[in-house]
């Protein structure tokens, strides 16, 4: 079955810690995108990818790290520069159309807590 | 101004009633509209796409885009207590259009 794969589905989170959360997806999508999601504030955008090799900025990046060295994987670290990383990590994964584009799919997504 | 917004509701309606779902958007460059729905504690799983100005039906679910107004809906038909999840609307923007914005969601609950 094709879908996006996220891991672990809890995390915890140390002090000065950095934490790397996992996606993977295998529907042959070009482009992946980073959410972060509060009570009551909806969807925030981190990061996202386009192609490999390559990666833009969201409107909360600060903090946070990516990498695109392959199509399928697109992993996100929460660094120690994060002061508040407790919320729901989203990934997803869409195909980029000519103009009009296909729909986000997203992953289980990943539940980080400082402990 | 938000990018997308949505009336947070919450939204309550009795079983077998339509349920109609709001949203704004802001930019007019927009050409993807999407309506997704998130059940407490889990991602969000997509409903409907929608393109064109006009309805677009799924089932008991039914778009409505009119990018004059820049506005976009979602209606559904016959609600059962299984549709009780938040409905957040979704909308391509930014330099290229490459990015989704999301609205903060509305909260339904179908009373049976």
């Known amino acids: 079955d094709g879908g996006i794969t996220q891991s672990p589905k809890y995390l915890f989170r140390k002090e000065g810690q950095n934490v790397t959360l996992s996606c993977e997806q295998n529907l042959n999508h070009d482009a992946m995108y980073w959410y972060r999601q509060d009570p009551g504030q909806g969807l925030r955008l981190i990061y996202y990818?386009?192609?490999?090799?390559?990666?833009q900025k969201g409107d909360i990046a600060e903090g946070y790290s990516v990498s695109r060295e392959k199509k399928e994987s697109f992993p996100l670290t929460v660094t120690s520069a994060q002061k508040n990383p407790t919320a729901f990590y989203l990934c997803?994964?869409?195909?980029?159309?000519?103009?009009?584009?296909?729909?986000?799919?997203f992953g289980d997504g990943t539940r980080l807590s400082i402990l | 101004q938000k990018e997308v917004e949505q009336n947070s509701g919450p939204l309550s309606v009795p079983e077998g009633a339509i349920a109609s779902l709001n949203c704004t958007y802001s930019?007019?460059?927009?050409?993807?509209f999407f309506w997704y729905r998130q059940y407490s504690g889990k991602s969000p799983e997509l409903i409907m796409s929608?393109?064109?100005?006009g309805d677009k039906e799924d089932g008991r679910f039914t778009a409505q885009l009119n990018k004059a107004s820049q506005y976009v809906s979602l209606l559904i038909r016959d609600s059962q207590p299984s549709d009780s999840a938040t409905y957040l609307c979704?909308?391509?923007?930014?330099?290229?259009?490459?990015?989704?914005?999301f609205g903060t969601g509305t909260s339904l609950t179908v009373i049976p």
């Open positions: 929608i393109y064109s100005n």
């Open positions: 997803a994964s869409s195909m980029a159309g000519q103009g009009l584009w296909q729909p986000q799919h």
């Open positions: 990818s386009q192609i490999v090799n390559d990666f």
């Open positions: 930019d007019r460059g927009s050409q993807s």
């Open positions: 979704a909308v391509n923007g930014g330099r290229g259009g490459n990015q989704f914005y």
